[in-house]
T-cell receptor
Framework: KAGVTQTPRYLIKTRGQQVTLSCSPI?????VSWYQQTPGQGLQFLFE???????NKGNFPGRFSGRQFSNSRSEMNVSTLELGDSALYLC???????????FGSGTRLTVV | KNQVEQSPQSLIILEGKNCTLQ??????????LRWYKQDTGRGPVSLTI?????NTKSNGRYTATLDADTKQSSLHITASQLSDSASYIC????????????FGDGTTLTVKP
């Protein structure tokens, strides 16, 4: 079966712009979570959506937002980009949010 | 504060050798502990998942152990291969929600021929 698909794979944006990243979970998975990974900070939890509702949120500013659609696909939006937002953004899906998560390959965002 | 500490930070071994990576945690209450392998520029791939009642779990040449009393886990890699070069991340969850997971900073393993 298809894995977790994230698009685009690479993205270059300018400071002040906004960006939207997309994540298509494994078919049937209802939980989608987002993470930011940087060399200095490791994996940091952004938020989790389950059945179109945000269930958990990490400690990130309001510039980071997300949503989940009825088909469980999820989008993450970052407004007013800063240089420090440059990172690998990972999405993971799970059937219910319990135990194992399957990660996508990530979107590499570079802010210049 | 929930924390997950991994050691060593980095490790270099020769192909064919065994190695053991450590994970100590202070996450409470404990739900499960997962080990992931992450190749450079790719997403993490699950190796093992262990709950409170499990103290050993294997996945091919990877064997994870869990001591819930001392809050320690280890990942043992047997007969290492060049493809084992990656970052290994320990994740401990306080419950079944993604938001209650605490990630370690990972151990970077390099296997040399």
């Amino acid at each position: 079966k298809a894995g977790v698909t994230q698009t685009p794979r690479y993205l270059i944006k300018t400071r002040g712009q906004q960006v939207t990243l997309s994540c298509s979970p494994i078919s049937g998975h209802r939980s989608v979570s987002w993470y930011q990974q940087t060399p200095g900070q490791g994996l940091q939890f952004l938020f989790e959506y389950f059945s179109e509702t945000q269930r958990n949120k990490g400690n990130f500013p309001g510039r980071f937002s997300g949503r989940q659609f009825s088909n469980s696909r999820s989008e993450m939006n970052v407004s007013t980009l800063e240089l420090g937002d440059s990172a690998l953004y990972l999405c993971a899906s799970s059937l219910t949010g319990a135990y194992g998560y399957t990660f996508g390959s990530g979107t590499r965002l570079t802010v210049v | 504060k929930n924390q997950v500490e991994q050691s060593p930070q980095s490790l270099i071994i020769l192909e064919g050798k065994n190695c053991t990576l450590q994970c100590n945690y202070t996450v409470s209450p404990f739900s499960n502990l997962r080990w992931y392998k992450q190749d450079t520029g790719r997403g993490p791939v699950s190796l093992t998942i262990m709950t409170f009642s499990e103290n050993t779990k294997s996945n091919g040449r990877y064997t994870a152990t869990l001591d819930a009393d001392t809050k320690q886990s280890s990942l043992h890699i047997t007969a290492s291969q060049l493809s084992d070069s990656a970052s290994y991340i320990c994740v401990v969850s306080a419950n079944t929600n993604a938001g209650k997971s605490t990630f370690g900073d990972g151990t970077t393993l390099t296997v040399k021929p």
